[in-house]
């Protein structure tokens, strides 16, 4: 069964300070790759997607996200944080040709003024 | 704001009930999605429809049923509440019936008591 990993569950960085949160699925076929983010109290927002193309994904927001399929990764990044980055990030994985996205657990992130 | 509305906003209840919940898609979407979010289980997909058809079914449990109707709006109906139905409930729409990308609505969150 496909599935997604985030490896760090809490995450807490001072602003300025630089972001990778780490993704990782299982699926050996073609792979449809999401990050959303979801602010305290407000539902997931769409961050950036990959379909297929420049496996260097920019989003929203000063966030990009690189594929590498040898991997099986996703990690997000952002070279600057800022306390507004406070919110819960989420991988997904769209399973197969269904519309099933697959979740990871979500990485919470802190960010210090 | 995505343009998926869902109602109600909040919605508390005792066991053994019957809710049903709303989902308005973006205009121009086909697809609905139902995730539900809790603490222990995460984001986990429900069931999706398309065009007033059931595409793609999930960790929906046979207490929990849904509908898409003619003009696209979707209900989830929940029957003999548990307390651990206790979650958030996300509609997602999308313009496709899979490989889409889904946008979020703003969630219904239950409380069984």
């Known amino acids: 069964a496909q599935s997604v990993s985030q490896h760090n569950h809490h995450v807490i960085l001072s602003e300025a300070a630089s972001l990778e949160l780490g993704c990782n699925y299982s699926?050996?076929?073609?792979?449809?790759l999401f990050w959303y983010v979801q602010y305290p109290g407000q539902h997931l927002q769409l961050l950036l997607k990959?379909?297929?193309?420049?496996?260097l994904v920019k989003g929203i927001k000063g966030f990009e996200a690189e594929f590498i399929k040898s991997k099986f990764s996703f990690n997000l990044r952002k070279p600057s944080v800022q306390w507004s980055d406070t919110a819960e990030y989420f991988c997904?994985?769209?399973?197969?040709?269904?519309?099933?996205?697959?979740f990871g657990q979500g990485t919470t992130l802190q960010v210090k003024p | 704001d995505s343009g998926v509305t869902q109602t109600p906003k909040h919605l508390i209840t005792a066991t053994g009930q019957r809710v049903t919940l709303r989902c308005s898609p973006r205009s121009g979407d086909l697809s609905v999605y139902w995730y539900q979010q809790s603490l222990d289980q995460g984001l986990q997909f429900l069931i999706q429809?398309?065009?007033?058809?059931?595409?793609a079914k999930g960790n929906i449990l046979e207490r929990f049923s849904a509908q898409q109707f003619p003009d696209l709006h979707s209900e989830l109906n929940l029957s003999s509440l548990e307390l651990g139905d206790s979650a958030l409930y996300f509609c997602?729409?999308?313009?496709?019936?899979?490989?889409?990308?889904?946008?979020f609505g703003p969630g219904t969150r239950l409380t069984v008591l």
């Open positions: 990959y379909f297929s193309g420049d496996p």
């Open positions: 699926y050996g076929g073609t792979v449809n």
């Open positions: 997602a729409s999308g313009r496709a019936s899979g490989t889409d990308t889904q946008y």
């Open positions: 429809y398309y065009n007033g058809e059931e595409r």
């Open positions: 997904a994985v769209l399973s197969g040709n269904t519309g099933k996205l697959i």
